[in-house]
Structures are given as C-alpha cells and as structure tokens.
C-alpha cells in the first residue's frame, strides 16, 4: 500500500487526518523506524528487509490486538506499540486503520492456508478424519476470533463493510479449493459441492460455539461423525461413477 507524505496530515486510527500540525507522525525517523533494524552482528539489514519484516510484525500485532480486544480495543497506536515499531512507521505501511485489519486477517489466512496444505503435501489425504481436523482447527484459533471482531464490526462500519464482504468471499473461495482437494472430491458429481461447504458451515459453526467456552469433547465427537459422512458420500459418489464407467 502507499506510503504517506512526511508533508500530509497523518490518517487517525478511524481513516481521518490526525490532530495536530501538518507533519504529524514523524515519531519516526524513517518509515521503517522500529528497533530491529540491525543483525546479530551488527550490520545494518537493507531497507527493503527490515520494511518487510515490519510490515509483518504489524500484521501478526494487528490480528492478535483484534483477537484479544476486539475492533473497540485495536487502534494503531496498540498495534504499533505491540509490534514495536512507531506509530508513523505504521501509518507509512497502512495509512488508514480499516488498511491494517482488513490486510492482517487476510495475511494470517494465507499463512494458515498454506500451512493447512503443508500438513499434506501429498494433496489428497488417505485419512479424512485429519482433513477435518484440520479444517475444523481453522475455525477455533485466534485467527477466527480475530476474524470475527472484524466482520461484527463491518456490519456497523460503512468504510469496512465492502472491503470485509470481498475478503471474506476470497478467503472463503480458497479454503473451499483446498478442501475439496484434500477431500478428494469430485464437485462434477450432483450434491458433492455443498456436502463440502456444509462441512465448511459446521467448522464455523464450532468455532462460535468454542468462543465462551471449551468445546473440544463435543468437538471431536462432532468432527468423527463428519468424517465418516463424508466417506460415505464421497466414496459412494466414487463407487458410483466407476460402475458408471
């Protein structure tokens, strides 16, 4: 995302210029100006890699502030000070606070994404009972918690409310693909595809029913039956088309 001017009003945590004089927000010597700009040994990390590295820092800062507080308690000055980086630094990487969340939960489900599909590197998985485990595990950490701050406060934010609708519908998209590919799932067969999103519907479901309090029993009872109904479906479908052929 843009940088801000030195020279221009800083955006407030709500997407509105800052109180003060033009130039506000230069608490940071330089956009990167947090406090690990330096090696083990002593040299200086080139500019590039320490924007990345606190462009990261404010993103996982970002989701564990929403997770923990809620959209009410997450302001950038929280997210800064969690990442320790300077308030300008963040507002140079994310000049508005709608910016910083909407990228953090969308940064965090990525990584979860991709760490969903290094548990099975092989792609489709043997056992489906993992699968939905790890599905399920998807919908009851802090990334969900985080995730679902922002979408309640979407619904009462008129500059959230579009940029969450489309993250929501990306972030949906993908984590769809990549259970019907670990699943194994033939979606050309009547009836697969939304045997797949219910599975998707019930994860998320666990996940509300886990936010007040430990539902891991009746979770694992819940996950086990999903499972072998979903062995039965899909190996039925698959049972079917190969008499078919």
């Known amino acids: 995302m843009g ?3 030195t020279g221009a009003h800083v955006p407030d945590d709500h997407g509105t210029p800052a109180d003060g004089a033009p130039g506000a927000g230069r608490d940071a010597p330089a956009a990167d100006g947090d406090r690990g700009d330096r090696t083990a040994g002593g040299d200086r990390v080139p500019k590039q890699d320490r924007s990345r590295a606190t462009r990261q820092r404010l993103l996982e800062a970002a989701v564990a502030c929403l997770a923990e507080h809620g959209w009410a308690g997450s302001t950038v000055s929280a997210v800064a000070e969690r990442a320790g980086v300077s308030r300008g630094a963040a507002q140079h990487h994310f000049p508005t606070r709608e910016d910083l969340f909407t990228a953090a939960v969308e940064y965090v489900a ?14 489709t998985a043997q056992d489906r009972r993992a699968v939905v485990t790890a599905l399920v595990d998807l919908y009851t950490g802090p990334l969900f918690r985080a995730a679902l701050h922002l979408w309640v406060a979407a619904s009462n934010e008129a500059q959230l409310g579009p940029r969450v609708t489309e993250l929501e519908a990306r972030v949906g998209r993908e984590t769809h693909r990549i259970a019907v590919e670990l699943l194994g799932a033939d979606e050309s067969r009547p009836g697969v595809r939304e045997t797949v999103q219910g599975l998707l519907d019930m994860a998320r479901g666990l996940g509300l ?4 309090t430990d539902d891991t029993a009746r979770r694992h009872r819940v996950v086990t039956q999903w499972a072998a109904l979903l062995d039965q479906a899909l190996d039925h479908e698959a049972s079917g088309r190969a008499a078919r052929d």
């Open 3 to 5: 940088a801000v001017s």
């Open 110 to 123: 990525e990584e979860r994404s991709g760490a969903l599909r290094d548990l099975f590197p092989e792609g």
């Open 209 to 212: 029913a886990n936010l007040l």
